[in-house]
Every structure is written in C-alpha cells, then in structure tokens.
C-alpha cells in the first residue's frame, strides 16, 4: 500500500468498524463483549487488517478458502458469469450447476452420482438428514461428542460440542455418542486398538439401546474438524459402516471442512476406505468464494425419490454464480496439483515442524492431522492434560498465547485450548516454515 492508499483504508476500517457495532448482530457472541478486526483486503495465502497489516491465513478463515485469497482464475470466472446470468430459479437446468455436479460427482465413489445443492454446510446436513429421515421412514440421528454439523435447528442438535449443550434446550430423536479420541480417550484405553474396540463397542449398544429401528442416520465428521482433528483408525470408520449396514441405518459423512482436498485427499473418508449413503460438503468446493454447500447422495437414496417427489428445496439451490465458482476451483486445484501440495507439505514440513515443537514446548500436549489439517492440543501440565482452556471456555492463559500468534503476523484458527494449523492448501513452504516459526515462539515462552 502506499501511504495515500493506507490512509483511505484506514478511514474506511473505521467507519467499517463503527456500522459493525452499531447495526451487525454476530454468531456465537456475546454482543457487546467483542471488538472484531476489520479485513477489506486478502491475496494469496494472507489477508490484510485494517491498519494494511499482513496476516499470514493459518486459518483459511473456517477453514474455506482452500485454494488462498482472491484466485485469479476463480476471481474471472465469477466475472464472466455475471456477466451472461446471475441468478435462475433452480427448477431450471443450467451449465454451470450441471458441470459442477459432474466435476464433484467424478471425485466421489461410483455410488454417489447425484447432487443437490445448498447455500452451505448446515443447510446441507439438514437436508441430508432429512433424506435419511425420508428414506427410512424412521426418525433418531446418531452423532458424536466432539462434533461440529452447523448452526442451524437441525444441526445444532446434532452437533455435539459444549457451545450447543449450554445454550440450547435439544432436540428428541437427536442421540449423542463417544467416538475414537485416545488422548483424552472416554473409554480408560491405552492403545489405537483398545481405544477403536471400545469405542465401537460402545457404538453397537447405543443403537441397541435406542432400538435399530428407530434410527434413520449416523453422521460422523470423517476427521472431526473444529471438535479437534482426531483422525480416528481405519477399523474404527469400516465398524461404523458395518454396524449402518447391519442396522439399515444411512451413513452421512459430514465432510464440510475436511473435503475437497484439506486432508490431503479429496474427500476426508477416503484415507479409510469407506463408501458413505450421503456427503454433506460445503466451504472448499468453491473455496467459499460464493456461498455453496450440497448433498451427494447415494444410487439408493436417490431412487427413494425416482418417482416421489423430494419434499424440499431452496431458492438459491445450484447458483450459478456459485457453481461458476465451483467449476472454476475445481479446475485451479487439478491444475496446480493443491491436493498433493497439501498431502506432501502436510507430511514432510507441517507434521515434522509440529512434533520438533511439540517435543519442547511445556504447553504443547499433542499434535494431531494429514495434509493441511492440524491441531495442537495446549495444556497446562503434559501429566495431567489438562487443557489450557476449560473444554467449552477460554482462559487468560489461552488468550496469551493467541495474542503472540497474532503479533507475530500470523491468523490462527483457535477453538478453546486448541490451535488449528489450516491454512491454503497452495500455501508455499516459506510461508508455513514462518507461520511454524511464530507459533514455536508462542508456545516457548512461559505462560
Ligand atoms: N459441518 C462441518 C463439519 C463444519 O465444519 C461446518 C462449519 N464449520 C458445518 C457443517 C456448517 O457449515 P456452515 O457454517 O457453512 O453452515
């Protein structure tokens, strides 16, 4: 920026910022206990605060903008198609929707060849629940502990995160389950083994209990995201499969922050070999460039609505300024090769730098994730774990350690005592090496 350039942007933030508080109602907040930076600018693997101050992105925002800030080819192909169409009702058919679902479809399992849209990743879980719901004709969804599904009605229920339990009166027919966590494991197990046998274990008499036939879906988080990033073991995901063919029961994979590409593979299930009834997905479809979520649903779930109709729908279903979008990432991340940048730094620099770190930093209790994927769990002793902020809250201690990360130049993804690691998947080496940097400071120093 220059300086005439920084002094309009200045002026600009702050009359940004003053709108904000006197007339924008925020999520998840207390509404008059937050000060919220002002970002009108971003490129590549940064976004700019509203001093014209860089930050390294360690957070992709929610973990959507996968491919960085502002593609150039992404950026035009909006352009280009609001120029020619913006919006249709979504009974039309249209080439962008009709591409997007071909391009999503091709990455997906043989069995997953269609695709209803939605405006993002809540919406999507409702719908994929209500397909389920549909198909069965039974009612109970099954999730985990430790989960994120969305902020609206249906999904919020679903989710199993403290930030729900506290405020919300929950839902009947919305069931909650421990899944594989063997850090903090529920089950007293020592070892992945013991940890995946219990845990399925446990799964099995939740449904007997609940009754089988009650159960229209159980919806896992394929890698838990915001919840923490616990990668769970091949045999715990293949048990969970079993047990919904055993029991008739649709298996939803909720792939809205772990898909297109963030675990260093396209879809978050895959490093597990399990073929899902429903992919909720959402953020880096188009990288968040323009609102879009969707369903992909299964051969038989679709044939439930062949020839009755599907008793839901939305307006903006397939935009095409979305879809557009989409197509467009879609491409950028297949011609840059983001999938394997993610999967091999991921691998050779984010996990080896984490662990260095891990190993003498006081606070740090473990380092879990694949490809741009990554949480470390602080602690405030590594006998006891104990986190450094309450499951559910925050702590003074916690708040120091995202101010020097954010001093230091970088943007973390933090949720209670963890520190996410997300950021692009096209992020270069230099940039994590720095951002990795700033964070080994962060968690030297004393807190
Ligand atoms: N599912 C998962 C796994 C998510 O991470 C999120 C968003 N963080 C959602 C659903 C909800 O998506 P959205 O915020 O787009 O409604």
């Known amino acids: 920026f220059s300086e005439d350039e920084l002094e309009e942007l200045r002026g600009e933030s702050q009359r940004a910022y003053d709108l904000d508080r006197a007339h924008v109602f925020h999520s998840w907040s207390a509404q008059k206990q937050i000060t919220p930076m002002v970002v009108s600018r971003a490129a590549g693997s940064y976004v700019y605060d509203g001093e014209g101050r860089p930050l390294l992105d360690f957070s992709s925002q929610l973990v959507n903008t996968n491919i960085g800030h502002q593609h150039p080819t992404v950026v035009q192909a909006i352009k280009d198609q609001a120029d020619v169409l913006c919006t249709i009702n979504p009974a039309h058919a249209n080439d962008k929707r009709s591409e997007a679902a071909r391009l999503i479809t091709e990455r997906l399992p043989a069995s997953l060849d269609r695709v209803f849209f939605t405006n993002g990743g809540a919406d ?25 599904h969305g902020g609206t009605e249906q999904a919020i229920n679903i989710t199993g995160d403290p930030r729900r339990f506290r405020n919300d009166m929950g839902d009947a027919g919305t069931v909650h389950f421990f899944g594989p966590f063997l850090y903090r494991s529920e089950f007293h197990a020592t070892t992945e083994a013991e940890e ?192 450094l902020a309450p499951y559910g809250g925050s702590s003074p201690q916690m708040n120091e350690v995202i101010g020097r990360i954010r001093a230091g130049g970088v943007l973390p993804f933090a949720n209670y005592n963890r520190i996410h690691v997300v950021p692009p998947l096209n992020v270069s080496e230099a940039e994590l090496r720095e951002g990795l940097a700033v964070l080994e400071r962060a968690f030297t120093e004393p807190v």
């Open 124 to 148: 999507a879980v409702e719908h994929a629940v209500r397909m389920a719901r549909l198909h069965t004709g039974r009612r109970k969804v099954l999730s985990r502990y430790r989960s994120y």
């Open 196 to 387: 995946t046998e219990r845990a399925l274990t446990h799964l099995r008499r939740t449904i007997e209990l609940e009754g089988p036939q009650t159960i229209a879906a159980v919806i896992l988080e394929s890698i838990p995201g915001t919840a923490g990033i616990m990668i769970p073991t091949t045999e715990y995901m293949q048990g969970v499969r079993a047990l919904c063919d055993e029991f008739g029961i649709v298996y939803i994979a909720d792939e809205v922050m772990a898909g297109f590409g963030r675990s260093g593979t396209w879809f978050s299930f895959e490093h597990f070999d399990v073929v899902p009834d429903l992919v909720a997905f959402a953020k880096g479809v188009n990288s968040g460039y323009v609102p879009l979520g969707g369903v992909a649903i299964s051969d038989a779930i679709s044939a439930t609505f062949a020839d009755a109709a599907y008793p839901g729908g939305l307006t903006y279903s397939g935009h095409p300024l979305a879809c557009a979008a989409a197509v467009a990432t879609i491409a950028a991340m297949e011609d840059e090769r983001m999938v394997e940048n993610a999967a091999q730094l991921g691998e050779t620099v984010v996990g080896p730098r984490l662990r260095e770190i891990a190993a003498t930093s006081p606070i740090v209790g473990e380092v879990r994730g694949t490809g741009m994927f990554w949480a470390i769990d602080l602690v405030k002793d590594k006998d006891t774990k104990e986190p």
